[in-house]
């Protein structure tokens, strides 16, 4: 273990930073997501207690140019690298 103190994970983060769930200082560190027992590298949001990740939905925009973005629902487990 380093002795750098790493901020306790969230249980609903959002990778965006206008969002009220974004942690400025939880992504001065590696963040991984466990989905369903798979790593996914591709997460924008998640919640823990509630079960969901929202990834993006294909190489789909909105109309303010962000990815559109699909909740999919299952175990989530997030870890710091």
């Known amino acids: 273990m380093t002795d750098i103190q790493r901020p306790e994970l ?41 079960g969901w990740v929202k990834v993006p939905a294909g190489k789909t925009l909105d109309r303010k140019g962000k990815p559109l973005l699909i909740k999919i629902k299952g175990t989530v487990e997030a870890y710091y690298r």
């Open 10 to 50: 969230p249980d609903h983060l959002s990778i965006d930073p206008r969002s009220p769930h974004h942690v400025a200082a939880v992504f001065e560190h590696d963040i991984g997501i466990r989905f369903n027992g798979k790593d996914r590298f591709d997460v924008e949001e998640y919640c823990v207690s509630e």
